[in-house]
C-alpha cells in the first residue's frame, strides 16, 4: 500500500498507541499523519513514566500531531495536567475526556483551554448534544478535533456511519475543527469514515499492516487463505487419515 493511494482514501490516518518502536515505525511509514494515546494505551505497553514516553514521543516524531491525555478525575487537576502537556511540544494536543467519571460536564474546561490557545482534542464521545456541546466549546481560532467512539458505537448494535456523517456537519460548521473515528475495528472502518467525510480515523498498528490488503483480488485473497490453512495444518503435524 503506498502513500499516494492513502492520500485518494479522503481521511487521514492516526496511529494509535503507546508503544515508541511501533510509533516510530509508523512514523517512517510515511502513511500516517498523526497520532494518538490514552491511559489504557500506556498500560497495556507498559509505559512506567508518562513525562519520560511523552518525551520521548514527541522528539521521536518532531512534526506531526500527537495527542496525550490527561490524567486527573478532578477539573482542576485536569487544568494543570492539561498545561503541562501542551508545552511537550509545538504539535501536541490535549485529550479531555468529554465528562470526567461522576458524568460531569468537561465542557467549561474545554472551551476554557481551547480560548487560552491550547489545542484541545475532545475524546470520549458518543452522542449528538456532546458533539454540538465540544464545538460551540473549542475557539475556531485555536482548532481543535472532536473524537468521537464511532467503534463503540458499533459494538452496541448502532449503525455509525448516519451519526458520523451527522456530526461531521455540525463539527465543520465552525473552522479548524475536525472530526475523528475512534475505536476503529477493521480496515474497512478507513472506507466508512471517508463516505461520511470524517476527517480522520485512528488506526492500531495490527490494522496499518493491514492495508496492504486494500484492493487485493478477493479470488487471489482466497488462494492465499487456503494455503495459509495448509501450512498452519502440516506444522501441527496431526493426521485424520491413518493409511
Known amino acids: ?16 498507541g503507546a508503544d515508541i518502536d511501533q510509533m516510530v515505525d509508523a512514523y517512517k511509514s510515511g502513511l500516517v499523519t498523526g497520532f494518538t494515546t490514552n491511559p489504557s494505551l500506556m498500560k497495556a505497553a507498559g509505559v512506567t513514566d508518562y513525562i519520560e514516553f511523552a518525551h520521548q514521543a514527541v522528539a521521536s516524531i518532531p512534526d506531526l500531531p ?6 486527573s478525575d478532578d477539573f482542576g487537576d485536569m487544568e494543570e495536567e492539561a498545561h503541562i502537556i501542551s508545552h511537550f511540544g509545538t504539535h501536541v494536543y490535549v485529550k479531555i475526556p468529554v465528562m470526567n467519571s461522576l458524568g460531569e460536564s468537561s465542557i467549561p ?76 475495528r ?28 486494500l484492493g487485493k483480488p478477493l479470488a487471489e485473497y482466497s488462494l492465499d487463505t487456503v494455503k495459509r490453512f495448509k501450512a498452519d495444518s502440516q506444522a501441527l503435524g496431526f493426521k485424520i487419515l491413518t493409511k
Open 186 to 213: 477493521e480496515v474497512y472502518n478507513i472506507m466508512q469514515a471517508a463516505q461520511t467525510h470524517t476527517d480522520i480515523i485512528t488506526c492500531t498498528p495490527d490494522s496499518l499492516k493491514k492495508l496492504t490488503l
Open 109 to 184: 474546561l474545554i472551551h476554557k483551554l481551547s480560548h487560552d490557545g491550547i489545542k484541545v482534542n475532545a475524546t470520549a464521545i458518543f452522542t449528538e448534544e456532546q458533539v454540538r456541546n465540544v464545538r460551540d466549546a473549542l475557539d475556531e481560532t485555536t482548532g481543535g478535533i472532536v473524537s468521537v467512539f464511532a467503534g463503540r458505537i458499533a459494538d452496541t448494535g448502532v449503525d455509525p456511519r448516519p451519526l458520523m456523517s451527522k456530526y461531521a456537519d455540525i463539527v465543520h460548521f465552525k473552522p479548524n475543527l475536525k472530526l475523528l473515528w475512534a475505536s476503529q
Open 66 to 71: 500527537i495527542s496525550f491525555e490527561v490524567f
Open 1 to 16: 500500500m503506498d502513500e499516494t493511494r492513502i492520500n485518494q482514501l479522503g481521511v487521514e490516518l492516526y496511529a494509535d
